[in-house]
Every structure is written in C-alpha cells, then in structure tokens.
C-alpha cells in the first residue's frame, strides 16, 4: 500500500466530546474510513500516514459513514496522534 491508497482509506478524523474522552481513557483514535475498507487494510493506512503502531481495530457503521476506532498501545501515542491530527 503507498500513500495515496492510504489516503484514500482514512477520510477524516472523527472529532466528539465522547472520541475525545476515548483518547485519553482507551488509547483509541476514530476515524471516517472507505465504506468498504477492511480492519488489516485500516491499520495498515494508520501506521503508513501517522508511523504508529495499531494495536487493534473496530468498526462501525453509521449515517456518517463508516467508523474505524483504532487503539494504540498507550495513551501518550493515542495523544501524540490525536495532537499530530488536529484533535486535541
């Protein structure tokens, strides 16, 4: 997968009040994916955009698209990528 494929996948960061508490309490960041975007193919886009390592995925879909809420290892990299997007 190269970058533009990335790109492609992860459309946007999700921003709320509760995927803002998710950062700091789950280690988990969401985003709007591709409709048909899979979990692998999810991680995969995360860790060549941002250079971090996803320690799971899940998805969910809504009227605002598909979902993906990946988790990190810890907090402060779910944090570092959160500040790195523009979320925090």
């Known amino acids: 997968?190269?970058?533009d494929q990335a790109?492609?996948?992860i459309v946007k960061p999700y921003i709320t009040e509760k995927?803002?508490?998710m950062v700091e309490n789950?280690?988990?960041?969401?985003?709007?994916?591709?409709?048909?975007?899979t979990k692998p193919q999810i991680a995969e886009a995360v860790k060549i955009l941002f250079n971090e390592n996803v320690t799971n995925v899940n998805?969910?879909?809504?009227?605002?698209?598909?979902?993906?809420?990946?988790?990190f290892e810890n907090s402060?990299?779910?944090?570092?990528?959160?500040t790195k997007i523009g979320m925090l």
């Open 1 to 3: 997968m190269n970058v």
């Open 26 to 37: 789950e280690s988990k960041v969401c985003f709007i994916v591709e409709i048909s975007a």
């Open 19 to 21: 995927t803002f508490a």
């Open 76 to 82: 402060a990299k779910a944090r570092d990528l959160a």
């Open 59 to 71: 998805t969910a879909r809504t009227i605002y698209g598909k979902k993906a809420f990946v988790k």
């Open 7 to 9: 790109n492609r996948i």
